[in-house]
């Protein structure tokens, strides 16, 4: 299933959220600079998206449908943002595999702000995932945000899980985005339109989970043919033995998430609850220099293998 927020024609959720902005941008009041703020997968970036939409489309054919918050595929401000050609819209995002978004894209960005908008309308900069932007960056972001232009939005991605600096936060106006477990279940539910999540195993079902989180898991299964009833054990025993660790990406960033898993389920039944937190401490911290210094994570998790998953 397309992850890409950018091709999610239909918004689940947030409709007061959406209608409060809406009423702003109307009268003519919106902020603009907006941090939309949660946690990975929870549906930031889609809203983002479907409300650049409502503003870039207002007087163009197939406009944004606010009634069923749905973006027409034949519209046409959509169809140029989907091919990174619309005039009146810049993305910043970090795709290039880097750790930070580079001061390079800010310098696009600003070339962008300078130049007169198309048809003399509003202009929209989109940064996803502001909390890769490094302190150039940042302070470079800074400049053009404080120059008053009421005539450009800035809405800012943020995953509520990273910090970002205290100097752009105050300057911005924040929405957090959260959902209740019944909704996101709804809405994993209505993506996938199957029973995955039904026979999903309650190993990889929690409080923390979004809609994201389920769909990109429903993805990997997908891909490595492996069956939705795994256990979290069975699971990491795959990819260690099969070292998928090293050719996937999303399992390089997953895998303390999914450590996390085991532990959080194993604490409950051990008779020895403090080894446990001390092992879980102990990999986790693995991982995390692993990650922080570039290090070669293999040998981690083939202690880990040994230690707990064979011990």
Do not use: W
């Amino acid at each position: 299933m397309n992850l890409n927020s950018s091709s999610n024609t239909k918004l689940y959720g947030y409709n007061n959220l959406f209608l409060s902005l809406k009423n702003l941008y109307d009268n003519d009041i919106l902020p603009n600079k907006i941090i939309f703020s949660g946690s990975s997968g929870i549906g930031k970036s889609t809203f983002a998206y479907h409300f650049t939409n409502y503003i870039l489309s207002l007087d163009e054919e197939n406009k944004y449908n606010f009634n069923d918050n749905i973006i027409s595929e034949n519209n046409y401000s959509y169809n140029l943002i989907s091919k990174s050609r619309h005039p009146n819209f810049f993305l910043i995002t970090n795709d290039d595999g880097k750790s930070n978004i580079q001061i390079s894209k800010i310098r696009e960005m600003i070339n962008f702000t300078n130049k007169s908008s198309f048809n003399d309308k509003c202009k929209i900069v989109l940064i996803d995932n502001v909390e890769q932007l490094n302190i150039n960056s940042t302070n470079s972001l800074l400049k053009i945000i404080e120059e008053p232009n009421n005539r450009i939005y800035f809405f800012l991605i943020h995953n509520s899980k990273n910090k970002i600096l205290d100097t752009l936060r105050s300057r911005c106006i924040k929405y957090n985005f959260f959902l209740n477990n019944n909704t996101k279940d709804d809405i994993v539910k209505k993506l996938l339109n199957n029973n995955f999540f039904n026979n999903l195993n309650d190993d990889f079902k929690n409080i923390y989970n979004s809609p994201g989180n389920i769909i990109s898991l429903y993805n990997f299964f997908i891909d490595n043919e492996i069956n939705e009833n795994i256990s979290i054990s069975k699971f990491l025993k795959l990819i260690i033995d099969e070292k998928l660790f090293k050719r996937n990406l999303y399992i390089k960033n997953n895998l303390s998430y999914f450590i996390e898993l085991y532990f959080n389920k194993n604490i409950n039944f051990s008779n020895s609850k403090d080894q446990i937190y001390f092992l879980y401490k102990y990999f986790l911290l693995k991982i995390s220099d692993c990650n922080k210094f570039n290090l070669d994570i293999e040998n981690v998790l083939i202690e880990f293998n040994g230690k707990i998953l064979n011990g």
